[in-house]
């Protein structure tokens, strides 16, 4: 069942087995699911589109890109809740999957899977993210474009590196962050606040250009964190209990200065 720059409304009843949405020449499709449940329904984007509302409960949303289809963007609305599962399969090498969420917030309730197609591209998330339940990233390689604030599970899969872009804030605020021995977390440019719950994993801190990396601790046992410092950066606060940090010169970072405050 394809739409073809079209729109689907799913706002009541039934649907058995999988929507295609694609784009129609400049028509990109759209998707609108008001009902209390979707009972197991499945859409996949196959092109840039808009999901227009928040996803229902029990409703499975898939992004796909790949060397068929090219670069697909799914745009939500500013003001967004996830309370179904959303997939993003960048399929094949060098083409995104981008969760764009605009000017707002995008509120995850439920499932989020970055996964890790057979030499797959990239996937990002443009715009704010507060993860109230689970985040899985598998992806080679992530973006986070935005600033995140991680509630409950964030869990950094194995074999992947994902990339905190400059001038945004990475908030692990409770429960746990989970960077696999074999995956790398950057934060380029930006600042970790490790405001609560657990960092299990190596937090890695690098300049971007201008842009100083900051680490703020405002927890009293940082339960085993570690955080390696490759450039100048900042130490905003105090520092905890149980809690590691390397600060690391050598020939390919150059000089380094951690400023810790007055």
Do not use: C, M, W
């Not at 599970?153 to 001038?167: I, Q, W």
């Amino acid at each position: 069942f394809n739409l073809n720059g079209g729109t689907f409304i799913y706002a009541g009843g039934l649907v058995s087995g999988t929507i295609n949405l694609y784009q129609s020449g400049s028509s990109y499709p759209h998707l609108q699911t008001t009902v209390a449940t979707g009972q197991n329904a499945i859409f996949d984007f196959y092109s840039t589109g808009y999901l227009d509302t928040d996803l229902a409960p029990n409703t499975t949303l898939n992004a796909v890109g790949n060397s068929t289809v090219g670069d697909v963007s799914l745009v939500v609305p500013n003001s967004f809740t996830n309370s179904g599962t959303i997939n993003l399969d960048a399929q094949d090498a060098g083409y995104f999957v981008t969760l764009q969420i605009g000017s707002g917030t995008l509120n995850n309730n439920s499932v989020i899977n970055l996964n890790n197609g057979t030499g797959g591209g990239p996937r990002e998330f443009l715009g704010n993210v507060v993860n109230n339940y689970a985040i899985y990233d598998s992806g080679a390689t992530t973006y986070l474009a935005g600033n995140v604030t991680n509630n409950n599970l964030y869990d950094r899969e194995a074999g992947g590196t994902t990339n905190l872009s400059p001038g945004y804030t990475f908030t692990q605020q409770a429960f746990k962050l989970i960077i696999d021995p074999s995956s790398v977390f950057n934060v380029n440019g930006g600042t970790f606040n490790y405001a609560g719950g657990s960092v299990t994993g190596t937090i890695n801190l690098h300049q971007n250009g201008s842009n100083y990396p900051h680490l703020q601790t405002s927890v009293s046992n940082g339960q085993g964190a570690i955080f390696n410092l490759y450039s100048t950066g900042y130490l905003d606060t105090n520092f905890p209990t149980n809690t590691t940090l390397n600060v690391i010169g050598n020939s390919t970072v150059g000089d380094v200065s951690l400023v810790v405050p007055n």
